[in-house]
C-alpha cells in the first residue's frame, strides 16, 4: 500500500466499522512513521531518534511526534494516623497508626526523580514490650536483690506511660567452655567458692516470656542464682542475639519492643571464640531449647554489625545500663547501633527504673527512618520537617528529635531511577522508623520503553519484504536479518563487495573510521556526549568539529553541519562570529564608532589613535580627562571628596590599582594612552593618579598616600620668640644702663664743675681779689699752690 493511500484511509477513518479500526490505526501509525523515517540523516544510528527534548526539537522534530513520557505515583494504602487519647477505647496494636501511607506504587523513568510525603504522628498510649537482660555473674550479686523487686515497681512506673506494658526477664553469664569458664566437675556444678552457694554456669537462659504478670517477673527472678566465670568479659553478645531473633519464645508482639542488657562487665564479640577453639561464625538464627541456649559451645560470638543487622530487622531498641567503669565502651558501642541508649546503673542497680523511664523517653522523642537495600541504580533522598519549622538534608533528613506524644512531622523522600534494571522486572523497597514494626512499602516499575512499541508492525513491508517489525519510526529486524531495513542476512554482512560501498573515493578507511559497515551501508558510531553525533554516506560528517569563538561552538550563534558552520541571521563568518548587527557600534550621539571608526563584526575599530573604548568615545590623553574623574578617584582611594556618599553607585566604572609611591606609577611607553595627573584636595593635599583604557577596561593607578604641604613647626616658633623677646629685653636694658650711665656721667660733670666754681670764689675772697673787675678763676688756676 503506498503512502497516499494510506493517508486517504486516515482522512476517512470515520467510515470504517469498529472492527477495522485496530488495522486503520496500524496504517495510520504507518503513515506517521513514514514520515519519521526522514527524521535520520544518512548514517545516523537508529538510536539517534531517542535524545534529550530540546536536542530533538533543535533538528526539527516537531513536538507532537515527540514522545515524551513522564513518571507517576499511586497510593495504594492511605490509613490515616491514629489520633487516641490515653484512656479512650483500647486498640488492638495492628489497628494503631503512626505513619502514613503504608503502601505506593511509582513508576519511575531515568533520571526523573519522584517525590513522596511521608507523615509520623507518635501515637499516645502505644503498647510497650520489655525485656530485661541479666548478667548473672558473681559480680552482679547485689543487683540481683534489687532486680527481684523490679516486676510490679516497674509496671506501676510505666502505667503512667502506657496502658498496655509487658515484661519479661533473661539472664547470660558465659560460654560452658574452657577458658571462659573452669570445666572441672566441681566448678560445673557450683562455680563460685565453697562457701557460696551459685547455679551452674550457662550461656544464656530465657527465664520469663513477656507477661503482664508483674507479681509472676518478681517470684521467678526471685528464684534466680547468681553464678559465674574465670574471666572479666561476659558472653551477653550471645544473649543479646537469642533475644532478638528467637521471637516465639520471647513473645515480642508488633508494638515498641525495648530490652534493657544490665551488666558490670564488657562483652566478647566475633573472634573471641578461637580461644574455647569455636571458630564458625554465628548463624545468627534461634538455638533455643528448653529456653536454654544450646549452641554456644558450637558458634562463636556474634559481630557488632551482625547484631545490629538482627535488631533492626526485628526493631528492637536496646537500653545498656551499665556501672561507671564501663560507660566509655557502652557509649562507644551506642553510637554504632542505632536506636541505642546508655545509662548509668548504680553499684546494686537501686536506681534501674528511673533509668529505664529516661531511657524510653529518650529513645521515643526520636524519629529515624531507614530503607531496605536499593534495587540496582536506583537512589534515595530524605529532608524531614520537624518541629518548630526546622528543616534537616542529607543524612540528617531521615530523622527528627525531641518529639513529644502527640506530635506530628513528615519527611519528604525522592526516589530516581538512573536506569533500567537488568532483568525487566518490578522491584519493591520498603521505608520503616527505627524501632518501630509499622512501614512503608513501595513497589517500584520502570518505564523503559515508549508507548510506540506497542503499535509495532509485525512483519512490515518497509522492513525489507517483511524481514522485521517496524515500530517508533524504524524496522526491529528478525532473527538473522540486519541493516536498516533489515535487507541482509547476517552471514553476507562482512563481505568484500560490501564493504567497497562504505569506501569514500575508494580509500581504504571503512565509513572514515567513524562507524561499520553493515549491509554494504554505514552505520555511524555514537558519542558518548548525545549532542555530537556522526553522519553522512560515509561517516565523514559532524556536528562537533566546526571553527569555535569565546569557546562556543559556532560562537553560539549557529549550527555545526558536516564541519561547517551555519549561521544564525545577522552573523558571519567561519565560526558565525561576526555580527552584522551595528547597533552595538552607536555611540551616545548615534554616531557610528562616535565618527572616529569603523563597525567591523558588531565591535568598532577606532581610526583615530587618540580614542578607544567599544564605541571610540573615550579619550584618556584628552584635556579634562583628570577633572572628570578627579571626584570618583578621590571618594574611591581615600574615602573623601564630593562623592563620598554616592560612590558605589557613581564610581564603580573603573579598577582602582593603589601604588605605594609616584614611581610606581604606570609610564606613558605602555602601549595603550595614558594619561598623568595631579590633584588637590580640599586640605590642599596633593594625589597623583593615572587614568588608562586597556582594551576595554578602565584603569586608575593611584598613589595611596596623599602629599600635603608640611605644617609650621611649634617648637623653633616658640623658642624663636621667646629667645627674641629675652634678647629684646636685654637690649631695652642695656639701653636703658648705656643712657644712665651716660646721664650718670653728664650730672657728675656738671657737679664736679659746679663744685669747682665754688672752689674757686672761695679762693678769691680769700686772696682779695674779688672786686668789680675780677670776673672769676681761670681754670686749672685754682688747684694750684699760691
Not at 9 to 32: P, R
Not at 133 to 157: A, C, F, I, P, R
Not at 451 to 471: A, L, P, Q, V
Not at 633 to 652: I, L, M, N, Y
Amino acid at each position: 500500500m503506498t503512502p497516499l493511500t494510506d493517508i486517504h484511509l486516515e482522512n476517512s477513518y470515520l467510515k470504517f466499522n469498529l472492527t477495522c479500526l485496530d488495522h486503520i490505526i496500524q496504517v495510520v501509525t504507518a503513515v506517521i512513521f513514514t514520515v519519521h523515517q526522514e527524521f535520520l540523516k544518512q548514517g545516523e544510528p537508529t538510536s539517534a531518534r531517542c535524545d534529550e527534548l530540546e536536542s530533538l526539537r533543535k533538528r526539527g522534530c516537531d513536538a507532537a511526534r515527540i514522545e515524551n513520557p513522564h513518571g507517576s505515583q499511586k497510593i495504594l494504602k492511605n490509613k490515616a494516623v491514629t489520633n487516641r487519647k490515653k484512656g479512650a477505647e483500647k486498640l488492638r496494636p495492628e489497628d494503631i497508626t503512626q505513619i502514613q501511607p503504608q503502601k505506593l506504587s511509582l513508576n519511575l523513568r531515568s533520571g526523573e526523580p519522584q517525590n513522596i510525603k511521608l507523615k509520623f504522628k507518635r501515637a499516645e498510649d502505644y503498647p510497650i514490650d520489655l525485656y530485661y537482660l541479666m548478667d548473672l555473674s558473681y559480680s552482679m550479686k547485689d543487683d540481683l536483690e534489687n532486680v527481684k523487686n523490679l516486676g510490679t515497681s516497674l509496671m506501676k512506673e510505666m502505667s503512667k506511660i502506657t496502658s498496655d506494658f509487658r515484661i519479661g526477664f533473661g539472664s547470660f553469664v558465659e560460654k560452658t567452655v574452657m577458658p571462659y569458664i573452669s570445666t572441672t566437675p566441681a566448678k560445673l556444678l557450683n562455680p563460685c567458692t565453697v562457701d557460696q552457694n551459685c547455679t551452674s554456669p550457662f550461656s544464656y537462659k530465657n527465664v520469663l516470656k513477656l507477661t503482664s504478670n508483674g507479681q509472676q517477673f518478681n517470684i521467678l527472678v526471685g528464684n534466680q542464682q547468681i553464678s559465674g566465670n574465670l574471666d572479666s568479659p561476659e558472653g551477653g553478645f550471645d544473649a543479646i542475639m537469642q533475644v532478638a531473633v528467637c521471637g516465639e519464645h520471647i513473645g515480642w508482639r508488633n508494638v515498641t519492643r525495648l530490652l534493657v542488657f544490665s551488666t558490670d562487665a564488657g562483652f566478647h564479640f566475633a573472634g573471641d571464640g578461637k580461644l574455647g577453639g569455636i571458630v564458625l561464625p554465628n548463624d545468627g538464627k534461634c538455638h533455643l531449647e528448653n529456653n536454654m541456649y544450646s549452641m554456644s559451645h558450637y558458634y562463636d560470638y556474634p559481630s557488632i554489625a551482625h547484631l545490629v543487622q538482627k535488631l533492626s530487622e526485628n526493631n528492637i531498641q536496646t537500653i545498656f545500663a551499665v556501672t561507671e567503669e564501663f560507660q566509655p565502651v557502652y557509649k562507644e558501642l551506642k553510637n554504632l547501633i542505632p536506636k541505642s541508649a546508655v545509662g548509668t546503673l548504680s553499684a546494686n542497680s537501686s536506681n534501674v527504673i528511673n533509668l529505664i523511664v529516661d531511657a524510653y523517653n529518650s529513645l521515643s522523642s526520636e524519629v529515624i527512618l531507614e530503607n531496605s537495600k536499593l534495587p540496582e541504580g536506583v537512589t534515595i533522598t530524605y529532608q524531614s520537617h520537624c518541629k518548630n519549622g526546622v528543616v534537616n538534608e542529607g543524612e540528617s533528613g531521615r530523622k527528627c528529635s525531641n518529639i513529644s506524644i502527640g506530635d506530628e512531622v513528615s519527611f519528604n523522600i525522592n526516589i530516581t531511577a538512573q536506569g533500567c534494571p537488568k532483568q525487566d522486572k518490578p522491584e519493591s523497597i520498603k521505608i520503616k522508623p527505627l524501632g518501630f514494626t509499622e512501614e512503608v512499602e513501595i513497589l517500584l516499575s520502570f518505564i523503559c520503553e515508549c508507548e510506540c512499541h506497542k503499535h509495532g508492525i509485525e512483519n512490515s513491508d518497509m522492513c525489507h519484504n517483511g524481514n522485521g517489525t517496524f515500530e517508533c519510526g524504524a524496522c526491529r529486524c528478525n532473527k538473522g536479518r540486519v541493516g536498516r531495513q533489515c535487507e541482509c542476512r547476517k552471514d553476507e554482512v562482512s563481505t568484500e563487495d560490501l564493504d567497497k560501498n562504505c569506501r569514500k573515493d575508494n580509500g581504504t578507511d571503512i565509513c572514515s573510521n567513524n562507524g561499520e559497515c553493515v549491509c554494504g551501508t554505514c552505520e555511524c558510531k555514537k558519542r558518548d556526549n548525545p549532542e555530537e553525533r556522526y553522519s553522512g554516506k560515509f561517516c565523514e560528517c559532524d556536528n562537533f568539529n566546526c571553527d569555535r569563538s569565546n569557546n562556543k561552538l559556532c560562537g553560539g550563534h549557529g549550527r555545526c553541519e558536516c564541519r561547517v558552520c551555519i549561521c544564525d541571521a545577522n552573523y558571519t563568518g567561519s565560526a558565525c562570529d561576526c555580527s552584522l548587527d551595528a547597533s552595538t557600534c552607536l555611540a551616545s550621539n548615534k554616531q557610528i564608532c562616535n565618527g572616529r571608526g569603523i563597525c567591523e563584526c558588531g565591535t568598532c575599530r577606532c581610526t583615530d589613535p587618540k580614542f578607544q573604548g567599544p564605541t571610540c568615545e573615550i579619550c584618556p590623553t584628552c584635556p579634562g580627562v583628570c577633572t572628570e574623574h578627579k571626584s570618583c578617584v578621590q571618594c574611591r582611594a581615600f574615602g573623601t571628596g564630593e562623592k563620598k556618599d554616592t560612590c558605589e553607585r557613581d564610581c564603580s566604572y573603573f579598577n582602582l590599582i593603589k601604588v605605594k609611591d609616584r614611581d610606581k606609577l604606570p609610564q606613558p611607553v605602555q602601549a595603550f594612552p595614558l594619561m598623568h595627573c595631579k590633584e588637590r584636595d580640599a586640605n590642599d593635599c596633593w594625589f597623583y593618579y593615572t587614568y588608562a583604557v586597556n582594551n576595554t577596561e578602565k584603569e586608575v593607578h593611584v598613589v595611596e598616600t596623599l602629599e600635603c604641604p608640611a605644617g609650621p613647626d611649634i617648637i623653633p616658633i616658640v623658642a624663636g620668640v621667646v629667645t627674641g623677646i629675652v634678647l629684646i629685653g636685654l637690649a631695652l636694658l642695656l639701653i636703658w644702663k648705656l643712657l644712665m650711665i651716660i646721664h650718670d656721667r653728664r650730672e657728675f660733670a656738671k657737679f664736679e664743675k659746679e663744685k669747682m666754681n665754688s672752689s674757686c670764689g672761695n679762693k678769691a675772697k680769700a686772696s682779695g681779689f674779688s672786686g668789680p673787675g675780677f670776673s672769676g678763676c681761670v681754670v686749672g688756676s685754682c688747684g694750684q699752690s699760691g
